[in-house]
């Protein structure tokens, strides 16, 4: 997975600290219980986790995860903004104690950080140019063509591309989602590949680009395509992790619950999916 300096230089530094002894400890549940603060990441993509004007932490799982944490007796949260090809190299080397940004659950990611079971679910979409001058519907239509789609750092829809066969000479690879308008927009690349959900809201953004209209969800192994998000952790943090699992079971449960993921334009199908499937199931899918 290709990722950008920022994240590279994360990396790098997380192995020299390895590499001399001094690895890099996550807080533990009572550590940042006597402290009062957990350290909390988004992405800035809407409608999972963003910040707004004011610095306010907004989306599903910045607005789920004020609840758990409050549950938890925490009575402080230090939200952090960064790439989404930041956050798994972020928590790695504890720069945060938690990410709230719906990430997909994908069994690569479980080997590198700890996932909570699943606080939503979402299908996926494509950004292209007003007017569909390509006509693109799906994302097979980049297979055998000469069409360019643009893909987020560290994002899954680059793994959905490989597996479909696109070829690489055929992504454009962005830093963040506030590129996709321009990069559509210009002609860098005739769509960019998001979740449904997050294409939607750039649609609204600008009238130079739009939603896929008739949109097909992408076919891997004979199987439709659908993504379940969860808050994430580093490896050493499953204490943190079980007591926000058990919040978040007993959180999903509640008309609350259904109304924070309903205002941010999660489906009753989205909703009665994101327990569908185990973050266990998740983690060992081929």
């Not at 300096?5 to 533990?28: D, E, K, Q």
């Not at 549940?29 to 932490?57: C, F, H, M, S, W």
């Not at 590198?112 to 390509?134: D, H, R, T």
């Not at 070829?167 to 990069?183: C, G």
Request: aromatic fraction near 6%; glycine fraction near 8%.
């Amino acid at each position: 997975m290709r990722l950008f300096s920022r994240s590279t230089l994360l990396c790098g530094t997380a192995a020299t600290l390895l590499t001399l002894g001094l690895s890099t400890h996550a807080a533990s549940l009572e550590d940042i219980q006597k402290k009062g603060t957990i350290r909390i990441a988004v992405a800035n993509e809407i409608p999972y986790g963003y910040t707004d004007l004011n610095g306010e932490a907004k989306g599903v799982g910045p607005e789920v995860a004020m609840h758990l944490v409050k549950a938890l007796g925490i009575d402080k949260i230090e939200w952090q903004t960064t790439n989404f090809g930041s956050l798994i190299p972020g928590l790695q080397a504890d720069r945060f104690d938690m990410v709230a940004a719906e990430m997909a659950i994908l069994p690569q990611r479980c080997e590198q950080i700890l996932f909570s079971e699943p606080n939503s679910s979402y299908g996926e979409g494509l950004l292209v140019a007003a007017g569909n001058p390509k006509d693109l519907h799906s994302y097979e239509a980049f297979k055998d063509s000469k069409n360019k789609v643009a893909i987020m750092a560290g994002a899954d829809q680059l793994e959905m591309m490989q597996a479909l066969g696109v070829d690489e000479s055929q992504l454009v690879t962005i830093s963040n989602n506030a590129d996709a308008i321009s990069t559509v927009a210009t002609g860098r690349a005739d769509a960019y590949a998001a979740t449904g959900l997050t294409a939607a809201e750039l649609a609204k953004q600008s009238d130079k680009v739009e939603l896929a209209a008739q949109f097909e969800d992408p076919v891997i192994d004979g199987e439709a395509i659908r993504s379940w998000g969860g808050f994430t952790f580093a490896k050493d943090s499953e204490s943190l992790r079980d007591a926000i699992n058990k919040e978040l079971a007993a959180f999903k449960q509640t008309k609350e619950w259904q109304e924070i993921l309903s205002r941010y334009g999660f489906s009753d199908v989205d909703q009665s999916e994101s327990n569908a499937k185990s973050t266990a199931d998740l983690c060992m899918s081929s």
